[in-house]
């Protein structure tokens, strides 16, 4: 018995168009359900960290950058915001027999990011590459 006397041999073919239905919806279903997020919105609270411990170096000029952005210079307030005031403060600061003198900035948590960099740059001006951060241990 042949049952396919009518029917010609044809070459199977795949119907795309379920197929393209079918991902568009999938993509639908994800670009909906997919959250973004701000970066810009991010809390984080600066700065503790965990450390051996503190060394004391006699190569140290400690700058402290207060949550109003005041600047001082080992337990000297410098009186302004002004670059070249601060480097002009490093450099007083900085022993003259020192080699490598090390900016240890510590800066409160809430204090504006624009006077760090204002510290850091004028440490550049003054000749001091080297800068660390001081921290807290976490409590």
Do not use: C, W
């Not at 109003?68 to 410098?78: K, M, S, T, W």
């Not at 070249?84 to 490598?100: E, M, W």
């Amino acid at each position: 018995m042949n049952f396919q006397r009518d029917r010609r041999n044809e070459a199977p073919e795949i119907n795309l168009i379920p197929l393209i239905d079918v991902m568009l919806v999938l993509i639908i279903f994800l670009v909906l359900t997919t959250s973004y997020s701000k970066v810009a919105g991010l809390e984080i609270n600066l700065p503790t960290a965990e450390s051996a411990g503190a060394q004391e170096a006699p190569n140290e000029v400690i700058v402290a950058v207060s949550a109003a952005g005041d600047v001082i210079v080992n337990r000297v307030p410098v009186g302004s915001r002004d670059i070249n005031l601060i480097a002009t403060a490093l450099g007083k600061a900085t022993s003259p027999g020192v080699k490598d003198p090390v900016v240890v900035i510590n800066a409160d948590a809430k204090s504006p990011h624009q006077s760090v960099i204002d510290v850091m740059q004028a440490a550049q001006r003054a000749g001091l590459p080297h800068i660390t951060f001081a921290t807290q241990a976490p409590q």
